[in-house]
């Protein structure tokens, strides 16, 4: 079946004209009065305005939350966990509606923001609303007198600036634990995807008391730098790409806060000889986890964009994968059988059209794909990539840089230690698949991985309660788990003597 | 910052309408800077800011200067890019990141060249400046 386009009659998504500003609990407009246009990936035209926010809407929106920040801060873990739990129940109730939005708004099929982004970010609001219940600090007795107690207390106010590849489920990676932890929130969504998010708050903002989740829309220099350098936040997360991750930074060290940072990687994914020694369920399965370089049209920080395949094996496997991605084929989003969606934008397909460009230049074999796909009629100015797979080696700029595009790099490797070295041989480490029937060499290899997470016989499962983060320049920080909460926690110590008599110093 | 010594050979180029658009910007906003990001989202782009608002590290490699705007890439990159020319151009877009230009509807983006060997051993004969030389 096919969604109906939103603003069309009879779609489960009108939008306003334009959303303003989400501060104090009220839409509220620019200060200066200016919007800008945002333009579906599906189909290249502009759909609503925007607020184009400042520094006086950031400053606004600090007010507002520093205002809501004590009572909120001081309000019972199980009320707060109540609240997002509503919240997770409002989105559920309304899954279909901000699936169509989220499709609209960044051009990722349906099919994925029905089963994936939007479940995702509902369990997410629901398991911080469960793990705060269970957050405690600790006591210890130094001696018999003397003991220690620490005590989690929230930062107060903190800036959270998110990315564009899954505008509500990043948001809800970020705001839940933080919401969580008792702290008030200014938001600035991605100036490409906006839209679902402000759908969003439109639904359940009236959920939070007043201030504490204020979202100021716009564009990075204008709106997004004003938060991340504001003298008045305690905490600063960002999720993007490197040279904004050490500006942001460079931010915080004038106000010496602490950042966490989500900044990207090149993610091998590995391939053992023994996946082909049967040709059974579990070689699908690997042959399913190579084609995972398509989901989301590849734009996943994590995207397993570099495919290494043990050389003994690497022509059949790659034969058979090639022969199953080419399988799909970009279609209408709103489709609920299309698998590859739009890009984002279209500077993003045109990046991507330069990668595919240089790999070429570099000597590298386009074995599938390689262009751009015009699908007519509505959708004949959408951005669309045909998926991508290049053979090469790992010195090579297509195997270096994450294209956050539908675009895979394929390589060979000799034995474990080979693997390992191709594997480690990037700036990055965020992501890594690895695909064996080897109980040893997955453990082993999984280890020697520089990568905060391996998916080992599995790939792109993003659930709650398991850490995701970076090693080396991919960032800062572990999302996705209880211990997330740390990150937007103060600890007080409150050292205690419960001896009345003098300690005989003076 | 002080200034850095004369460059033989830029490993970096811009297209007019890149050109223009530098200038557009230097008149709103004074002197620019550029940096060549990596990473996701908008990794692999370049980013325009009012010179001096990033503090260069000192193995950040400077790649050229254009139009007036000095294009900087961080150290452990550079060796990955280092057999590459970048040109500098400008697409339609939205833009991302704190760069300069994402409120004008367009975006920076680099196209890619492959160095000659000629130019492999200029570099190699006189290496690009880095961010420690101007201390």
């Known amino acids: ?506 | 910052m002080s200034t850095l010594p004369d460059q033989g050979f830029s490993q970096v180029s811009v297209t007019d309408a890149a050109a223009a658009l530098i200038r557009r910007l230097v008149l709103d906003h004074g002197p620019v800077m550029f940096f060549q990001s990596g990473g996701c989202c908008d990794g692999s782009a370049p980013m325009c800011w009012p010179k001096g608002e990033f503090r260069l590290g000192e193995r950040d490699v400077r790649l050229g200067v254009i139009e007036g705007a000095e294009y900087w890439i961080g150290g452990d990159q550079y060796e990955r890019w280092a057999h590459t020319r970048l040109v500098l151009d400008v697409v339609p877009g939205r833009g991302a990141g704190f760069s300069l230009e994402a409120p004008e509807g367009v975006r920076f983006i680099i196209r890619s060249e492959l160095c000659s060997l000629e130019e492999l051993t200029a570099l190699n004969n006189t290496p690009l400046p880095r961010g420690g030389d101007a201390r």
């Open chain 1, 1 to 506: 079946m096919r969604y109906v386009s939103p603003n069309s009659p009879g779609s489960l998504v009108q939008y306003p004209d334009r959303y303003d500003h989400y501060i104090n609990g009220e839409w509220v407009p620019p200060a200066r009065g200016r919007y800008f246009e945002n333009v579906s990936p599906v189909t290249g035209r502009p759909f609503i305005q925007i607020a184009r926010g400042t520094h006086e809407d950031v400053e606004r929106a600090l007010d507002a939350a520093h205002a809501a920040k004590a009572a909120w801060g001081a309000t019972p873990a199980a009320a707060r966990a109540q609240i997002l739990n509503r919240i997770a129940d409002v989105m559920e109730q309304n899954l279909e509606q901000l699936a169509v939005s989220e499709t609209w708004d960044n051009g990722k099929p349906i099919r994925e923001t029905l089963a994936a982004d939007l479940p995702l970010a509902i369990d997410h609001f629901r398991y911080f609303a469960g793990v705060i219940r269970a957050n405690e600090g600790t006591a210890a007795e130094l001696d018999a007198n003397t003991v220690t107690y620490h005590i989690k207390e929230p930062l107060g106010v903190v800036g959270q600036i998110i990315p564009w590849n899954f505008p509500l489920l990043m948001a809800a990676w970020k705001l839940a634990p933080a919401l969580a932890a008792g702290n008030c929130v200014v938001l600035k969504p991605a100036e490409q995807t906006p839209a679902s998010i402000m759908l969003w708050v439109s639904l359940v903002g009236h959920l939070l008391p007043k201030g504490v989740l204020n979202i100021v829309n716009g564009f990075g220099i204008e709106a997004g730098k004003p938060l991340a350098q504001s003298p008045r936040i305690s905490k600063v997360a960002f999720t993007g790409e490197t040279s904004t991750g050490r500006l942001i930074m460079q931010y915080a060290s004038e106000n010496i806060i602490p950042v966490t940072l989500e900044l990207g990687g090149k993610s091998p994914n590995i391939f053992f000889a023994d996946v082909m020694a049967e040709d059974d369920a579990f070689r699908q399965k690997a042959l399913e986890g190579f084609g995972m370089f398509m989901l989301n049209q590849g734009e996943v920080c994590t995207c397993p964009s570099r495919a290494l395949i043990q050389r003994s094996i690497y022509k059949d496997f790659l034969d058979l994968a090639v022969e199953r991605a080419r399988l799909t084929v970009p279609g209408d989003p709103l489709d609920t059988n299309t698998k590859l969606g739009a890009q984002a934008s279209n500077d993003q397909l045109e990046k991507i059209l330069s990668y595919i460009d240089i790999g070429q230049k570099e000597g590298a074999t386009l074995r599938m794909g390689g262009e751009r796909v015009r699908l007519g009629g509505e959708l004949e100015h959408g951005y669309y990539c045909a998926p991508t797979v290049f053979e090469g080696h790992n010195k090579m700029r297509v195997f270096q840089e994450e294209i956050f595009g539908p675009v895979v790099s394929v390589t060979s490797f000799e034995d474990d230690a080979d693997a390992i070295n191709l594997a480690n041989d990037t700036l990055y480490g965020l992501g890594a698949g690895l695909w064996t029937r080897s109980v040893h060499n997955a453990y082993r290899v999984g280890r020697a991985v520089q990568a905060g997470r391996v998916w080992t016989n599995c790939y792109h499962l993003y659930p709650a309660h398991a850490a995701f983060g970076g090693y080396k320049h991919s960032g800062i920080g572990r999302e996705n788990h209880h211990m997330m909460l740390g990150h937007y926690q103060q600890t007080k110590n409150l050292l205690v003597s419960y001896d009345p008599n003098p300690m005989g110093f003076f």
